[in-house]
C-alpha cells in the first residue's frame, strides 16, 4: 500500500497536526464569511442539510456488500462459464455470516427490494432510507486514481486528482453557518476553485482535531503546542500591520478572532467520549465504545461523525471509516470480518441520526445524505492464492435525504459482473445504452440537494432522485 492513501493504521508524527490547522486558518482567512456568521452566532446550530461521504479502504468485495449473487445460481460447477464464485460457504463463520444474500422485511416497513451480501450485517435493516447503484464503470484498477475519482467524480490525470472534493463542491455553494462546515477524516481533500471557507479541516486521527480545536493550555508539552500557540494568537507585528492597508492585515486579524471564536465554543469537548458526564455515557453506550472512548476504532469514527453534525460543528464529513481490504490471498472470513467492522459502524452511525431530533424538524436522517464507495471491487472468481483481485465493475450506496429509498438502479453482468449498460433515464438495461461512471454518482448526490452539478459534465440518475 502506497504511503499517500492513508488507512486506520497509519499514525503520523504529532508534528502532522499543524498541516489540519493550517487548513482549519486558511478556511478563515479567504473569503470568512461563514466564520463571522458563526462568530457572530449565539449558539451552534446543526446545518439544514449534512453530508457524509463513507470510504471503505482498500477495494471491497461487492459480493459480500452491494452487489451479492445467488449461490445457488453462480455454482461452482458453472463457475467457468458465468466466471462468477460467490464463495460464501468459504466464510466458516455461520454463527456470523450467511450463506446466502440477505433480503430483509421489517414490521410496518415491509420487505427490501435490495438484496445484500453477508457482511453487510444490521445494516441492512435500513434499507428503507437506501439506493444501491451497481455496475459502476471504475475505468481503473489503480487504487489512488479510483479513489480520487470517487472523491472528485473527475477522472484524475494520472494519478492525480482532478477538480474539487464532492464535500468542498458542496460547502463551496452552500456557504454553511457552521464553525468547521468540511472535515475530512483520515482522506485527501481538494479544492481547485472555491475560497479558503471551503477548504477541509484535514486530520489523520483524533487527536489532530481535539489538539486544533482545545484552546491553549500554559503549559504546553511540545514545541509543536508551542508552534500552534503562536500561529494562534501572537501580536501582529507593525511590519504585518502594514498590509491592513489592502486589508491582509485586517482579514488575518479577524481570522485569528474567529479562530478565538471557535475555541472559545470548547467544541473540543465534544468529542471527549471518554468523559464521565451522562451525555458520554450514552454515546459510548450507542457506539459500544468502552471506558476509554476510543477513536481508533470504526464505531469511534462513527461517533465522531454524528458528534460533528448533531452538535453543529460541521456540515459535511467525509471519512477512511474501515481498511484492511486490499488482500489478494487468504479466507473469504477476512475480507467479510473486515467490511462487517465499518458496516456495524455505520449502522450505529444511521440508528442515532435516525433518533435524533434535528432542530428544524423530523430527524437528523432526514436532513442527512450518505453515500459509502470503495476506490473499486475485488475479481468475482477466486485467485489460486484464495483470495480476489482488482476488478473494475463496482458498486456503492446512498442513502437519507433527497434520494429514493429501497430502491436498485443498475445492475453487473451475469458474466464476469461486467459493468451494464443502461439507459440512464429510466435505469433500463440497454445494450445501446451507457455506462455508469463516478460523475453520475457525484452528480445525482449534489442534484438531490438542488446544487449544482454542472461541473460533473453530466445528467444525474433521474430515476434515484426523490
Known amino acids: 500500500m502506497k504511503k499517500n492513501r492513508l488507512d486506520e493504521n497509519h499514525r503520523p508524527e504529532r508534528r502532522t497536526f499543524l498541516k489540519a490547522a493550517a487548513g482549519f486558518m486558511g478556511s478563515t482567512l479567504f473569503g470568512g ?41 453462480f455454482t461452482p460447477d458453472r463457475a467457468a462459464e458465468t466466471r462468477i464464485l460467490p464463495g460464501y460457504n468459504l466464510i466458516n463463520d455461520p454463527a456470523r455470516f450467511s450463506t446466502i444474500p440477505l433480503r430483509p422485511e421489517l414490521p410496518g416497513v415491509g420487505r427490501s427490494n435490495i438484496d445484500f451480501g453477508p457482511a453487510v450485517g444490521r445494516l441492512a435493516n435500513h434499507f428503507d432510507l437506501m439506493t444501491v447503484v451497481r455496475g459502476i464503470n471504475m475505468n481503473t484498477l489503480g487504487h489512488e486514481v479510483g479513489y480520487r475519482y470517487f472523491l472528485t467524480g473527475k477522472m484524475p490525470i494520472g494519478s492525480a486528482a482532478r477538480g474539487s472534493s464532492t464535500a468542498t463542491e458542496i460547502v463551496g455553494q452552500m456557504k454553511p453557518r457552521v464553525p468547521i462546515s468540511n472535515i475530512a477524516f483520515n482522506v485527501e481533500s481538494y479544492n481547485d476553485r472555491y475560497p479558503g471557507y471551503a477548504n477541509a479541516l484535514r486530520v489523520s486521527r483524533k487527536d489532530d482535531l481535539l489538539l486544533t480545536l482545545k484552546p491553549s493550555s500554559q503549559l504546553l508539552d511540545s514545541d509543536i503546542e508551542k508552534q500552534l500557540t503562536d500561529f494562534r494568537g501572537q501580536p501582529i507585528t507593525c511590519e504585518q500591520a502594514a498590509y491592513g492597508a489592502r486589508g491582509v492585515g485586517t482579514t488575518y486579524q479577524n481570522s485569528r478572532d474567529q479562530m478565538h471564536q471557535v475555541m472559545a465554543q470548547q467544541m473540543e469537548s465534544s468529542f ?120 473494475l465493475c463496482n458498486s456503492c450506496m446512498i442513502m437519507g435525504a433527497g434520494v429514493k429509498h429501497n430502491y436498485v438502479f443498475g445492475r453487473s453482468g451475469d458474466i464476469g459482473m461486467s459493468p451494464g449498460t443502461f439507459d440512464l433515464r429510466n435505469g433500463a438495461s440497454d445494450p445501446n445504452g451507457e455506462n455508469i461512471f463516478p460523475e453520475h454518482v457525484i452528480a445525482t448526490v449534489l442534484a438531490s440537494a438542488g446544487l449544482d452539478y454542472s461541473i460533473t459534465r453530466v445528467e444525474p440518475l433521474r430515476p434515484i432522485l426523490a
Open 33 to 73: 464569511v461563514p466564520f463571522r456568521a458563526f462568530a457572530q452566532a449565539a449558539t451552534l446550530a446543526p446545518a439544514d442539510r449534512c453530508f457524509v461521504f463513507v470510504y471503505f479502504n482498500g477495494g471491497w468485495d461487492q459480493l459480500l456488500a452491494f452487489d451479492p449473487k445467488d449461490p445457488d445460481e
Open 272 to 391: 471527549r467520549f471518554e468523559a464521565n458526564n451522562e451525555e458520554m455515557e450514552e454515546v459510548r453506550r450507542r457506539y459500544g465504545l468502552d471506558q476509554g472512548g476510543r477513536y481508533d476504532t470504526e464505531a469511534g469514527r462513527a461517533a465522531m461523525v454524528a458528534t460533528a453534525l448533531k452538535k453543529g460543528i460541521a456540515q459535511c464529513v467525509t471519512i477512511n471509516l474501515t481498511g484492511g481490504l486490499d488482500t489478494h490471498f487468504g479466507s473469504q472470513l477476512v475480507h467479510a470480518s473486515n467490511q462487517r467492522r465499518g458496516f456495524d459502524a455505520l449502522a450505529s452511525l444511521v440508528d442515532d441520526l435516525r433518533k435524533s431530533d434535528h432542530p428544524s424538524g423530523g430527524k437528523f436522517m432526514d436532513h442527512t445524505t450518505i453515500m459509502v464507495f470503495s476506490e473499486f471491487s475485488r475479481t468475482p472468481l477466486i485467485n489460486s492464492a484464495g483470495g480476489r483481485d482488482h476488478h
